[in-house]
């Protein structure tokens, strides 16, 4: 890591900041999210810089610090009143145009590549067609949220197509690093999310676009079963 380009570090810096300031804006403006995601990238900041991550030969490994909290959260969010008020007052079309983040994240992704800080199959060279999101959410979000031209069981569709592109390249990273249980890419491992500002992409990143696709499957759902009922 240490030839990487400090471009790459930048870009996917502003590329963090970006989706959790379109994440604030979708949550109404809220100071208490502001205030969670900077203290929790801040928080993740400082175990990543301190090299806690780079030990991989522990079981449980210590990456599952990055990805459990994120995702107790989601879920205590859905699984709770209070939380599913808090879903249902976030704006479904800041959630969508979040998904552009996709794109420079899989470019970020390539340079990681080139640099032999992640294997091929993470790039859209490899096994990753995740940049699809991305490209197309701009035109969903357009017809979608604001001419409202295109029926909400498409919109439904894309995110759940989208959430699969997700789900498969999140499996295939895990499977790639350097753990106790890696299956793939032995000769050149997922270990750029072992280190500063790369620990953002699992911790943050990711349970953000993870959280956006669930959120809006959720209502998509709901206003098809009002419609029939």
Not at 3 to 22: E, H, K, M, R, W
Not at 62 to 83: D, E
Not at 209 to 214: A, E, Q, R, Y
């Amino acid at each position: 890591m240490e030839n990487l380009p400090l471009y790459v570090s930048i870009v996917f810096i502003l590329t963090t900041v970006l989706a959790g300031f379109i994440f604030y804006k979708a949550a109404n403006n809220s100071k208490k999210i502001l205030v969670v995601l900077l203290s929790w990238l801040i928080f993740q900041a400082v175990i990543g810089l301190s090299g806690f991550y780079k030990i991989t030969s522990n079981v449980p490994p210590r990456f599952i610090l990055l990805v459990l909290p994120p995702l107790i959260c989601i879920i205590g969010l859905f699984a709770t009143s209070r939380g599913r008020r808090f879903i249902d007052n976030l704006d479904a079309g800041r959630l969508t145009i979040m998904q552009i983040i996709r794109i420079p994240v899989e470019l970020v992704l390539f340079w990681l590549f080139v640099s032999k800080a992640v294997p091929k199959l993470m790039t859209f060279e490899g096994r990753n067609f995740d940049i699809l999101s991305g490209l197309t959410a701009p035109f969903v979000f357009y017809f979608g949220f604001v001419n409202k031209r295109i029926h909400r069981g498409i919109i439904l569709a894309w995110n759940i197509i989208c959430l699969g592109l997700l789900l498969n390249i999140v499996a295939n990273a895990i499977l790639s690093a350097p753990f106790p249980f890696q299956k793939f890419a032995f000769d050149q491992p997922d270990i750029a999310v072992l280190y500063f500002p790369f620990v953002w992409l699992p911790c943050c990143v990711v349970p953000l676009v993870l959280f956006s696709h669930l959120v809006i499957i959720r209502r998509m759902l709901r206003s098809q079963n009002e419609i029939k009922s």
